[in-house]
Structures are given as C-alpha cells and as structure tokens.
C-alpha cells in the first residue's frame, strides 16, 4: 500500500478545474446571496447569526470525532468571549472553553500568521488534563511515536490510514506552514479544502487532528471574506455526512496528488442548501 504522503509528487497537488467549475460557482453564488444577506439584517442580528453558527461550527466540529459537547455550554462561552448578551448563560466545563477558545482564535484573529507556537496553543487548548479520556497525550508539541487509524477487533484489525513518520513531522509542517502564509493562486474556498486535508494527512498531533484540521479550514476561509464573524458551518454538513466524509479522506488517503475527487466532496458541503443560518 502506498499512502499520498509517500508518492513523490507530495505535496504538491494537482486538481481538475474543469471538473470543479460548476460546483465551485455554485458555492461562490449561495455564498455572495448569504452574506449580501447578513449585510442587510442589521448589526445586532448578524451579531446573534454568527453566535448560532459558530455554536454549531463547535459542536458539530467535535462530533464528527465523537466529542459530544452540550450546545448550552458552547453558546454561553462563545457569548460571553464576544461580549453578546443573552440570557441563557450557563456554567462552562473545561473542554468546552478549550475548544471555543482555539475556534474563536482561528476565526476572530484569522489575520495573525499560522505559526508552530500558535499550533501548539490550540492543541493545550483542546486537551487542558494532558488527557485524551483514558489515554496520556503529549500535549503543545509534534507527536513522537507512530500513528495509524484502524477499525475492527484485535487480530483483525482494518488500516485506514497511516500518517507520515514522526521523524518527518516536523519538516511536513514547516512545509504546510510555508504554503498556508503564501499567497495562494487557487480560489480561496479551494485553499481551505486543500488545507484542511494536507492537515490531517500529516496527523500531527497525538490527538485532535481534524478538529484542528477544520479550525484551519474555517481560518482559510474568514481571511478570504476579511470577516471574522461566521454564517455558515463546513462542520455541519460534514458531520451530517460523516460517513461519506471519512470514505471520502480515506480514499483520498490511498490515492495520487491529484485531489479533485477530495475538493468536489468539499465544495458539496459548502454548498449544501441548509448551511443558510438560523437568523432570530
């Protein structure tokens, strides 16, 4: 088996525009209709707009992983960190205001550079106990050891997918790191999915990689609308078709350079017609 990371084109991908123009469009178009309409609704109610999705970006984001968070807990922190005022505010646990705290400092400051230290912040953030439930983590820093996803039951266990060695991890996120602050020659919503999957193909991390991975994605795309506030959520579609996101990476994983097939899958999500928000 030889995984995307190995070929030697890696990491230089290629894509079809062809075969991408009429889905791209088409979000391009749902886009501009979305936030031409917030810009009509006034400021108090795209204030309330973006808190609903970025609730959802959170909850639904940590989902996708199986980290249920209870969408009560995610609203209060999310509020009171912009300053919104509503009434429902509750008690906050600690995983929570972790996982807020890293989605706000991707959208909300997405002008500041992608850096390793801003990384590793996000990565405490997300795991505060060094903790990943049962299983001790190196926390703020590259992984050391080994890492593969598998499936099934011990003695037959399926491989879907297996990371860069950890002695690479390092120059592979110099590299990412490199083309994220670049200027890129691709549309931007492009520039998201190719950041998003690059991401979680170096795994970085002992744990938290697609979280992480989606926070990037959101940030690629909040510095193309040079608007930090949020209208719609990429995290809610993939986690309502979390089935056919994870076939989608994994095939993706066992495939070439050419990325086409993984960027027309992002561009379904982000076009979807339900990522209209929740307007008050």
Not at 41 to 56: C, K, M, P, W, Y
Request: aromatic share 10%; charged share 25%; hydrophobic share 40%.
């Amino acid at each position: 088996m030889t995984w995307i990371h190995e070929h030697s084109d890696w990491p230089h991908f290629v894509w079809d525009d062809s075969r991408l123009a009429v889905a791209l469009a088409d979000t391009r178009h749902k886009q501009g209709r979305l936030l031409g309409r917030m810009e009509s609704i006034g400021f108090d109610l795209q204030r309330e707009a973006s808190l609903v999705t970025l609730t959802e970006d959170v909850a639904k984001s940590s989902a996708i992983e199986g980290q249920i968070l209870s969408p009560d807990e995610v609203r209060s922190s999310i509020a009171k960190r912009l300053g919104i005022q509503t009434a429902d505010i509750v008690p906050v646990s600690r995983n929570v205001e972790g996982v807020v705290e890293m989605m706000l400092d991707a959208t909300q400051r997405h002008q500041l550079p992608l850096a390793e230290e801003r990384l590793f912040g996000w990565h405490a953030a997300l795991f505060p106990t060094g903790w990943s439930g049962m299983h001790k983590i190196a926390v703020g820093s590259w992984r050391s050891d080994h890492m593969e996803v598998v499936s099934g039951p011990e003695g037959k266990e399926k491989v879907h997918f297996e990371a860069p060695q950890a002695g690479k991890v390092d120059r592979e996120m110099n590299a990412f790191l490199s083309w994220f602050e670049a200027e890129q020659d691709c549309d931007s919503v492009l520039t998201a999915g190719i950041a998003h999957f690059w991401f979680v193909t170096i795994h970085p991390f002992d744990d938290g990689n697609g979280r992480i991975a989606r926070a990037i994605a959101d940030m690629a795309l909040a510095r193309a609308e040079g608007s930090k506030d949020r209208f719609y959520s990429m995290s809610a579609q993939f986690e309502n078709d979390r089935k056919d996101y994870y076939a989608n990476l994994e095939k993706q994983q066992r495939g070439s350079v050419d990325i086409t097939a993984w960027l027309a899958g992002s561009l379904d999500a982000w076009a979807a017609p339900w990522i209209e928000p929740k307007i008050p």
